[in-house]
């Protein structure tokens, strides 16, 4: 047997989620073991297309690694399809929504397949994040949320609902839009910019394509930007972010690892473990007081429980 195992972390470097995560794994990996059966990582650059993750697959990793670790749900997905075409490598999942529904395992408790992994949501982050949002009435009155009812991260649209339904009892004005590509989510947003005083952008609404565009529209206008995507907001400019550790995402995937590993425990076998600890919330306090939030009120909502400053800020987003 042997006493190493090759490890593939697949990472598109063009993504903070995707690197973070990556990193933090290699990093923990390369440590030694007690058991003297170690690692070997390896991360394997690849783009955010369906096509290049096929590619390298096939030509990188395919006989030359024990055990893939792929993050978030689009390559997921992927891999999951690639695998009923071909031998499937055992695999961790990091960062996905909903495995069963994504077709990666047949149950949370016995995946049954050769894929187990971690989730990264619950329904109960979207409700969190919108009493922390109400904090800032009357501030903030007017919320336009919009969201994509197809995208599975989380159950965007309940969140959408619940968000909304919740913010309109604290009395607050909500707007909700359901936009299927990056294009009506931007035009949603330019429409209503002048008579909303934040945008709420939900998981799977914050794609490479998206983040500056909404970052700029917010920022040139005064607007307040909440985000609850994993990003922690720090490459959205947000004034207000409600992140998820990704480091604790990485280290639960080791754990995984070290599981089928050291104590031979089929992926099959491991139950999806699911992290229900509270995500921080990253205020960006030079520009809430900038749009006239009181002092007070940002240092009241700063001590909430969960909740760290961020130290280092931009003044707009680079």
């Known amino acids: 047997m042997n006493t190493k195992c090759r490890v ?3 990472v598109c470097l063009q993504d903070q989620m995707h690197n973070t995560i990556g990193y933090e794994l290699l990093q923990t990996l390369m440590k030694p073991t007690k058991t003297g059966l170690n690692y070997a990582p390896v991360i394997v650059p690849t783009m955010f297309t369906e096509r290049a993750l096929r590619a390298k697959i096939s030509l990188t990793i395919m006989g030359k690694f ?9 390559f997921s997905g992927i891999l999951a399809t690639m695998y009923t075409e071909m031998e499937p490598i055992p695999t961790i999942f990091v960062g996905v929504s909903d495995p069963v529904k994504l077709g990666l395992v047949e149950s949370l408790e016995r995946p ?3 894929m187990s992994g971690v989730l990264a949501n619950t329904q109960d982050n979207y409700l969190a994040y919108a009493k922390k949002i109400a904090m800032f009435y009357p501030y903030v009155k007017r919320v336009f949320i919009p969201y994509d009812p197809s995208c599975l991260v989380g159950n965007v649209e309940r969140g959408a609902i619940v968000g909304a339904e919740y913010l ?3 009395g607050c004005e909500v707007e909700l839009q359901a936009a299927f590509s990056a294009q009506e989510i931007m035009q949603g947003i330019n429409s209503v910019i002048d008579r909303c005083d934040a945008v709420w952008l939900l998981e799977g609404c914050t794609s490479g394509t998206l983040i500056r565009p909404i970052s700029y529209v917010c920022w040139n206008n005064n607007k307040i930007l909440f985000s609850s995507g994993s990003r922690g907001g720090i490459d959205l400019g947000a004034a207000c972010s409600y992140g998820v550790n990704l480091e ?3 280290h639960a995937g080791v754990k995984m690892l070290h599981r089928y590993w050291e104590g031979r425990q089929s992926f099959g076998l491991q139950p999806v ?3 229900f600890e509270p995500r921080t919330l990253f205020i960006n306090e030079p520009f809430l007081l900038q749009v006239g939030i009181p002092r007070e009120l940002v240092a009241e909502i700063s001590k909430v429980s969960g909740v760290h400053m961020l130290k ?6 680079m």
């Open 273 to 275: 473990v699911e992290l």
């Open 312 to 317: 280092i800020w931009v003044n707009r987003p």
């Open 66 to 74: 024990d055990v893939i670790v792929v993050i978030g749900d689009f």
């Open 8 to 10: 593939a972390i697949i």
């Open 248 to 250: 604790s995402l990485a």
């Open 112 to 114: 049954g397949r050769a």
């Open 168 to 170: 309109r009892s604290q």
